[in-house]
């Protein structure tokens, strides 16, 4: 059996953060994924997905996940169902993610017009890592790579390359 998700949207509302009795942490989000096709008014109509996250990498979702923010999820599909307050049988279908992948920089919110910390740095860490490794504290946006294309050819001696 296979029972695999990855989805890629905009979380619709900041992560919520609770903890377990035994203290460990779950994170919940909504993510909105655009569907591939346009509605017969020419519109992009979106599906609401119910992601849910554990341990570590639901505190770094909190931490650094807000509304809006781009983000991928690798998981699976759990469904459930419970006895609300009125005695009716509630189901639930939402993804319990493995994987929580920020896809964008931080403060690229405010390139969009949103609200959102002016930090500059990527997001370099996926599930399994920590979100201060690997940062190099010289380096500030994405935007300022010094390769990047702008056409120019670039002047590099062979004995600079490594290889």
Do not use: H
Not at 19 to 33: E, I, M, R
Not at 117 to 143: A, K, L, M, T, V
């Amino acid at each position: 059996m296979i029972n695999r998700v990855i989805l890629v949207g905009r979380l619709t509302k900041d992560p919520e953060l609770r903890y377990t009795p035994n203290g460990v942490a779950v994170a919940t989000f909504t993510l909105a994924v655009n569907r591939t096709y346009t509605n017969q008014q020419g519109e992009r109509e979106a599906d609401f997905i119910n992601c849910i996250v554990w341990r570590r990498q639901a505190e770094n979702v909190a931490n650094y996940l807000k509304k809006g923010s781009l983000a991928g999820v690798e998981g699976r599909i759990q469904t459930r169902s419970y006895e609300n307050q009125e005695g009716k049988r509630v189901y639930v279908t939402e993804v319990v993610a493995d994987s929580v992948q920020f896809l964008e920089p931080r403060g690229s919110g405010e390139q969009r017009g949103m609200a959102s910390g002016s930090y500059g740095e990527p997001f370099p860490f996926g599930s399994n890592q920590n979100p201060n490794q690997g940062r190099s504290s010289g380096f500030s946006r994405i935007d300022d790579d010094p390769f990047a294309n702008d056409g120019q050819p670039i002047d590099i001696s062979d004995d600079d390359l490594p290889f």
